[in-house]
């Protein structure tokens, strides 16, 4: 598709569980970010991909949270031992120069 | 820091009149912004960006302001819609070689009615 895609769209899983959560950018869009947003809340910044460098992963709020980007494209976001405190959507954004283009993001409810 | 989990200041305007979005950035290297539009269940979408080397930009029933003096940005929207409810969110550019996006809190705007 021209945009770009997540998945799942929505996420139900039990406390304890490992997650990963799928992003597809846009062919050719050299960055790509993840973002955590939880209800009525602005945009967390969790980790952002450029090029061949090296990831920023300042944002991920601990180690139970990874990402990686194989191919310069496809990205998972791997949550492990998942809290109820990571309920959330996820949103990931890819871009080629600096405007971002987002995914509709998946819905993370931890049970 | 990056914007985390804050909640969002509202903006209520009846629907026809101006309104007006505001967002303070922090960095004044920064040459490079951008307005985003979330409706609910939505992405961020693009709105209007802005260079630094400018002060002022127009779109379709939106202006964006750029003072640079202050690090103040706005964004006006000219004869609110009820399809303008949304959150907004200002993003400046980092700068250097990153190209990254740094966004702001955001703004939920209720019309009403």
């Known amino acids: 598709g021209a945009g770009v895609s997540q998945s799942p769209s929505n996420k139900v899983t039990e406390k304890g569980k490992d997650v990963e959560l799928r992003c597809d950018p846009i062919?050719?869009?050299?960055?790509l970010y993840w973002y955590r947003q939880s209800l009525g809340q602005g945009l967390e910044f969790l980790i952002y991909?450029?090029?061949?460098?090296?990831?920023?992963k300042s944002g991920l709020p601990s180690d139970r949270f990874s990402a990686e980007r194989t191919g310069g494209s496809v990205s998972t976001l791997t949550i492990q031992r998942t809290q109820q405190e990571d309920s959330a959507v996820y949103l990931c954004a890819s871009s080629f120069n600096v405007n971002a283009f987002f995914g509709q993001g998946t819905r993370l409810t931890v049970v | 820091g990056e914007s985390v989990g804050l909640h969002l200041p509202t903006l209520s305007v009846q629907e026809g009149d101006n309104s007006i979005i505001n967002c303070a950035y922090s960095n004044s290297a920064s040459d490079y912004f951008i307005w985003y539009k979330q409706e609910s269940g939505k992405g961020p979408q693009f709105i209007i960006d802005?260079?630094?080397?400018?002060d002022k930009r127009q779109g379709q029933r939106v202006t964006v302001l750029l003072n640079k003096t202050v690090k103040h940005l706005s964004l006006q929207i000219a004869a609110t819609q009820p399809g303008d409810s949304a959150v907004y969110f200002c993003?400046?550019?980092?700068?250097?070689?990153?190209?990254?996006?740094?966004f702001g809190t955001g703004t939920l705007l209720a019309v009403q009615p």
């Open positions: 991909f450029q090029g061949n460098s090296a990831p920023d």
């Open positions: 062919s050719g869009h050299t960055a």
């Open positions: 802005i260079r630094s080397n400018m």
């Open positions: 993003a400046e550019e980092k700068g250097g070689a990153t190209n990254k996006l740094i």
